[in-house]
């Protein structure tokens, strides 16, 4: 069955530290990639997105992605993290076959220390 | 702005009612969803729907209903079937291109 995998649930650094948030995902060919971010009672907001070509791609508030297909992983990184940026992180996957279900994770939960 | 208007933002309901979400968009895109999310449960799909007149259930669509009688329109009831209602409810709609999916604000439900 296709599935998204983020294995933490909860993630802890420092202001100004970087950051590797992981996502895996099982299907059978390359779907369409995404990382959404979304603050306490608020909608999801899309950071960054992946269908094809250039394998790291680049998002909005100073996010990036990288695709590897080997390991079938799409991690979203920060080189320094500010406090705004703590929220709940999902990977969600489109597969590229013509159907419109997103498939989610489960999320992942970011605390920042001051 | 184009965008995507859920309402209401709270909403409490007696067990045994039906209650209906609302959720517009005027971005034209053709396809909608409707999204439920418990903590730790990441956001599972109830319906969507791609286009007017057209939708499929989701994996969990028990205890749901929808209409999509109109292209900017997707209401969401729930029904006094569905065992454990209280959520937070995200209504979502992308385009023909395969891109991102937008969100609304969702719609926090609670039985009372």
């Known amino acids: 069955a296709q599935s998204v995998t983020q294995p933490d649930i909860h993630i802890t650094v420092s202001e100004g530290a970087s950051l590797e948030l992981r996502c895996n995902y099982s299907y059978g060919a390359t779907p369409y990639l995404f990382w959404y971010v979304q603050s306490p009672g608020q909608g999801l907001q899309l950071l960054l997105k992946y269908f094809s070509g250039d394998t790291l791609v680049q998002g909005i508030k100073g996010f990036e992605a990288e695709f590897k297909r080997s390991q079938s992983s799409f991690n979203l990184r920060k080189p320094s993290v500010h406090w705004s940026d703590a929220a709940e992180y999902f990977c969600?996957?489109?597969?590229?076959?013509?159907?419109?279900?997103?498939?989610f994770g489960t999320g992942t939960r970011l605390k920042v220390l001051a | 702005d184009g965008g995507i208007t859920q309402s209401p933002k709270y909403l409490f309901r007696k067990e045994g009612q039906n209650v209906t979400l609302s959720c517009e968009q005027n971005?034209?895109?053709?396809?909608m969803y409707w999204y439920r999310q418990d903590p730790g449960q990441g956001l599972r799909l109830i319906y969507y729907?791609?286009?007017?007149?057209?939708?499929q259930k989701g994996d969990i669509a028990e205890g749901y209903s929808v209409s999509r009688e109109k292209k900017e329109s997707f209401p969401l009831t729930v029904t006094s079937a569905q065992k454990n209602p209280t959520a937070f409810y995200l209504c979502?709609?992308?385009?023909?291109?395969?891109?991102?999916?937008?969100f609304g604000q969702g719609t926090r439900l609670t039985v009372v």
């Open positions: 969600a996957v489109l597969p590229a076959s013509g159907t419109y279900k997103y498939i």
């Open positions: 729907s791609q286009i007017v007149n057209d939708f």
């Open positions: 971005l034209n895109h053709d396809a």
């Open positions: 979502a709609s992308r385009n023909r291109d395969y891109t991102e999916a937008f």
